[in-house]
């Protein structure tokens, strides 16, 4: 249950954190030899739900409006998100056996490091509405880099909107919008795994890793959206470099 709680918690905060939740879901179990429930695939169905369920209580809002006024927003919203899904629907099987290696990802931690610090030194000048067609389908595609852990689908999503002259808040707007439908999708592909598999699971564990992930993701958004206002994403790179050290040094130490 303790692990269930730490892991939800984990989750909710690394989601939106440009620091990849998949790595740290992958990585700590790995780390302290938990094992069980916690460290399958199908506990992160839990986690994620419980994300997508911050995002839908944060963005709402958003989402009314873009059915009822911001069809145009929608429609970019839509597709940036074809990449993802297909590349999710057509790999997520090479990607769930061959690319949850830590050596893999703490090359992917300090590779898209050095893109969100790059990032930042571009012009920063669009709001969201002024997203247009190719700014739309280059985050789509850099979203679906997301799938290798490590990536972060927010802190690729969140750059390649920097690089297309979003501001940086703007950026992270578009980038939790666009990933509502991916979460809701890959969700719904594991739970349906889930029903058809003939294991039995704890469902209690998934209860507590479901709520926990969903109150620290709230929190989580709420966070990030007030830091990209004011600061850059350096912060976080850091925490990337430091985390890739630690993963090679247990990796050596192991060895």
């Given at each position: 249950m303790t692990e269930a709680i730490i892991l939800g918690i984990i989750q909710g905060f690394t989601e939106f954190f440009p620091v990849s939740s998949t790595a740290h879901l992958i990585l700590f179990p790995w780390f302290f030899g938990w094992k069980g429930v916690v460290n399958t695939l199908t506990f992160d169905i839990a986690l994620h739900g419980g994300t997508l369920t911050a995002l839908l209580f944060c963005f709402w809002k958003d989402w009314v409006e873009l059915f009822t006024k911001k069809q145009k927003l929608l429609g970019m919203i839509l597709l940036s998100s074809i990449p993802a899904g297909a590349a999710g629907f057509l790999l997520n099987d090479i990607v769930e056996k061959s690319l949850r290696e830590p050596f893999l990802i703490s090359i992917m931690l300090i590779s898209v490091g050095f893109i969100m610090l790059a990032s930042e030194k571009a012009k920063k000048y669009k709001d969201i509405e002024k997203i247009d067609f190719m700014d739309a389908l280059t985050i789509g595609i850099a979203q679906a880099t997301a799938l290798i852990p490590g990536v972060s689908r927010s802190g690729i999503t969140i750059s390649a909107g920097l690089f297309k002259g979003l501001k940086r808040d703007t950026s992270a707007r578009f980038s939790f919008l666009l990933s509502t439908p991916i979460i809701a999708g890959a969700t719904t592909l594991h739970f349906k795994k889930?029903?058809?598999?003939?294991?039995?699971?704890?469902?209690?564990?998934?209860a507590v890793g479901f709520f926990a992930s969903s109150i620290t993701g709230f929190i989580a958004i709420k966070v990030l959206m007030s830091f990209l206002r004011k600061y850059p994403l350096n912060l976080f790179v850091y925490y990337r470099f430091i985390l890739a050290v630690v993963i090679i040094a247990g990796i050596w130490l192991r060895g």
């Open positions: 889930l029903l058809t598999s003939q294991e039995s699971y704890d469902l209690q564990l998934f």
